[in-house]
């Protein structure tokens, strides 16, 4: 309790900023000093004291400290029973304060250049190889320290620098110093000439990345959501006769702005935000939530975060083959997701391209990386070691998207016989041929982790491979969702069918399987634990009629007659804590609102009906049938349980 204490007081401190800091080497610095050194006699310090520290800014992704400092206190706020799930208890602290979403808040830019596609800081010192890291360290457990002068003394360890610091101020003031990374540095005190502490000061900097498909990447959680008109309505098409009132595809939610027509400049400059914009990569992510979780509870670790997930990657088509994500932007992502990361391992030198003919492959089992592979590999020796790997693979492999798709597509639709929205609908005898060739393709990116990322053969249980959550399961873990349109009203051809979601189900099950007997047989570690969690809480959770809040509303607001029903929309909170930890494509619409130029649609999709199409993505291609804020939050804690046992067992080894 006492480190928590003292912790809290410091970050209060850091916040409103009292610190001192001292960069010259033999400076002698003494704010705030008091008129008197000795207003109480030396002898009534204690023999010896202890000096507690923590790192300023543990998670380096942001490159502001005050952004790390909200969740820090937030974590620090949460109760004993909260801090049992502290990423789920803290999401919810903070959506009472942001219902639009704490990543809009964040001051600053994060350590990632998406016009370049790399993990660089605005201030171009090293990310992926810290040459320092800045502490905060205060005397403990000291009565009276603020009637005495304490002199600080630094002896660091690093060949580069030749002299320590003295820094001489009131003892009740915590210090702030650089600390060489990886020796760090010897730090004592001195009262009156006479050493009362001293403290080796070492950082743990862990490089956690995060790699896989859509349940990686955050999608359906914008960092930045779109906002809504309260007067205006949008038109999808011209009002139909033929159609019921429900059906016609008018008043539905606008965007705020000074757009003309849907799709055009104006418009599609306030689409949703996103931390990576083709991938749909978000702050929101299970995975960098984990990481950001890693960061805080040691106060003596830092956590080098490098995320590359991307919504709609494969094992293949994604971390082996460059993959363009699934936003159209001008800069795509340059290279597959193992390369990016071999280049993030290697900083700022060169991880050269090498070919890869024959090694993946698989005897042909893979055809697609048959011939003409050619990945970035960092050099051994310039390579920094990766301490977690977060994985969320497979689900696009089997086709969770033609799936889900199958389970939601109303029958004898136009829509149906398109395929969709992804091109083809496919069902369980599907699903299960294509789950069939899954464990190759794990079996070739195990090859991967070792020969290119350099990740030993006998430390497997690094790699952290995350189950789905089931989207459809009612709280007895067995009944599916009922049929019904309740949360898909956005597009009238969906309406979920309880029997083709079943079937989704069992072929997510055999997922399930398969992933853990591949996690089994490579030595990965499995985390499942969230999915009893999910239960009850999937996309059919929420009220049809009569909802207390828009949170659980399950209904498409819509301006028919004038009115808007059943709320307004520049009411929905997206970030909002609710029942449901998927988003519905009622949700997605209102959250993500992702829509095109229409020359884009014509020319990468050859579509006509524009307007009816700009519907369907902004029903589907913005999250929809993937979890919420909560939903990755839950997943987060359930793999922050498996990561603090794999980094606690390799801290002991290092020892």
Request: hydrophobic share 40%; glycine share 8%; aromatic share 8%.
């Amino acid at each position: 309790m006492r480190k928590i204490g003292h912790w809290g007081a410091a970050l209060l401190l850091a916040v409103a900023g009292g610190f001192a800091e001292v960069r010259a080497q033999g400076s002698v610095a003494v704010p705030g000093e008091p008129q008197a050194e000795d207003v109480r006699a030396v002898s009534e310090v204690p023999e010896r004291l202890k000096i507690g520290w923590h790192v300023r800014n543990p998670f380096r992704f942001f490159s502001n400290p005050r952004d790390t400092d909200v969740h820090r206190a937030t974590w620090i706020s949460l109760t004993p029973e909260q801090k049992r799930s502290p990423v789920l208890g803290a999401e919810r602290a903070l959506s009472v304060r942001h219902p639009d979403g704490w990543a809009a808040a964040v001051d600053g830019h994060p350590c990632w250049n998406s016009k370049t596609n790399t993990y660089v800081c605005p201030d171009n010192k090293p990310y992926a190889h810290p040459d320092g890291h800045r502490i905060v360290a205060a005397l403990e457990a000291f009565p009276g320290a603020d009637q005495h002068i304490c002199v600080w003394l630094t002896a660091p360890k690093s060949p580069s620098a030749v002299r320590g610091i003295a820094v001489k101020q009131s003892c009740q003031q915590p210090i702030e110093l650089d600390v060489a990374y990886p020796l760090g540095l010897a730090l004592s005190v001195e009262i009156a000439g006479r050493r009362v502490a001293e403290e080796a000061v070492r950082v743990r900097d862990v490089m956690i990345v995060g790699m896989g498909d859509s349940f990686g990447s955050g999608e359906g959680n914008p960092d930045m959501p779109v906002r809504f008109s309260r007067e205006r309505a949008a038109d999808y098409g011209k009002p139909d006769p033929k159609r019921s009132p429900d059906g016609q595809l008018v008043g539905y939610p606008a965007r705020v702005g000074n757009w003309r027509q849907i799709g055009d400049r104006d418009f599609v400059s306030n689409n949703a935000r996103w931390l990576d914009q083709a991938c749909h990569r978000s702050l929101y992510s299970y995975q960098l939530r984990t990481a950001l979780q890693l960061s805080l509870e040691d106060p003596h670790r830092a956590v080098t975060y490098v995320g590359v997930a991307c919504s709609g990657a494969e094992v293949v088509h994604g971390l082996f083959l460059r993959y363009k994500g699934n936003e159209w932007v001008p800069n795509p992502p340059d290279y597959s997701q193992i390369s990016a990361v071999a280049m993030a391992q290697c900083g700022a030198r060169e991880a050269p391209l090498q070919d890869l003919p024959e090694a993946y492959h698989m005897n042909g089992k893979i055809e697609a990386l048959q011939g003409g592979l050619v990945l970035r590999k960092c050099a051994t020796e310039n390579a920094r070691k990766i301490d977690l790997a977060l994985l969320s693979v497979g689900g696009n492999d089997v086709g969770f998207a033609r799936l889900v798709a199958n389970a939601v597509l109303a029958d004898n639709t136009n829509l149906r016989r398109l395929g969709g929205w992804i091109g083809q609908v496919h069902g369980e005898r599907e699903a299960n041929a294509q789950l069939a060739l899954l464990d190759e393709r794990y079996k070739a990116l195990n090859r991967a982790f070792h020969n290119i990322l350099h990740l030993p053969w006998n430390e497997n249980d690094r790699v952290l491979l995350t189950a789905y959550p089931a989207m459809a399961l009612l709280e007895d873990g067995r009944a599916v969702c009922p049929d019904s349109s309740a949360g898909m009203e956005v597009v009238p051809e969906f309406k979920l069918s309880s029997g083709k979601a079943r079937e989704s189900q069992r072929a997510a099950d055999r997922l399930q399987r398969v992933m853990r007997a591949a996690a089994r047989e490579h030595g990965w570690t499995f985390v499942e634990r969230h999915r009893d969690q999910f239960l009850g809480r999937g996309i059919c959770a929420g009220f049809s009629e009569n909802a207390l809040t828009s949170a659980d509303d399950l209904r498409m607001p819509r301006k028919l007659g004038g009115v808007w029903e059943p709320y307004n929309p520049a009411e929905f909170k997206p970030y909002a804590s609710r029942q449901r930890w998927f988003r519905t494509p009622n949700d997605a619409f209102l959250t993500g609102n992702f829509h095109v130029a229409p020359g884009v649609v014509q020319k990468a999709l050859n579509v006509q009906s524009i307007q009816w199409f700009q519907l369907l993505l902004a029903a589907t291609y913005s999250g929809a049938f993937h979890p919420t804020a909560e939903g990755h939050a839950a997943m987060a804690d359930a793999a922050l349980d498996r990561a603090r046992a794999v980094l606690a067992k390799y801290q002991r080894r290092e020892r």
